[in-house]
Nanobody, 121 residues
């Protein structure tokens, strides 16, 4: 079982930036597609970004395209989410997730505890 720990969340003003980090242990991430998801109060969890095991392919939700960038460092067993031009509607708990094999939005079965991101107007 893979353990995932997110960090880097916090409070930022609209237009600001944050970088989230997901540190994995228990398995090497090099065979896993990785993703970031978020859940705002009163809303369902939604996809944000995902990256293939090699890092060659990425997916983004339309709401974050051009503002967020997902990346990974397999040597460090770590995945990142760089978030720029943040908006109040980006406020949510952000979760890191992993799935063995090919990149897809479904099938993520290892999840972190989440990190809170709050964007003030």
């Amino acid at each position: 079982q893979m353990q995932l720990v997110e960090s880097g969340g916090g409070l930022v003003q609209a237009g600001g930036s944050l970088r989230l980090t997901c540190a994995a242990s228990g398995r090497t991430v090099s065979s896993y597609a990785m993703g970031w998801f978020r859940q705002a109060p009163g809303k369902e969890r939604e996809k944000v970004a995902a990256i293939s095991s090699s890092g060659r392919f990425t997916y983004y939700a339309d709401s974050v395209k051009g503002r967020f960038t997902i990346s990974r460092d397999n040597a460090k067993n770590t995945v990142y989410l760089q978030m720029n031009s943040l908006k109040p509607e980006d406020t949510a708990i952000y979760y890191c997730a992993a799935k063995f094999g090919v990149l897809a939005w479904d099938g993520f079965d290892s999840w972190g505890q989440g990190t809170q991101v709050t964007v003030s107007p």
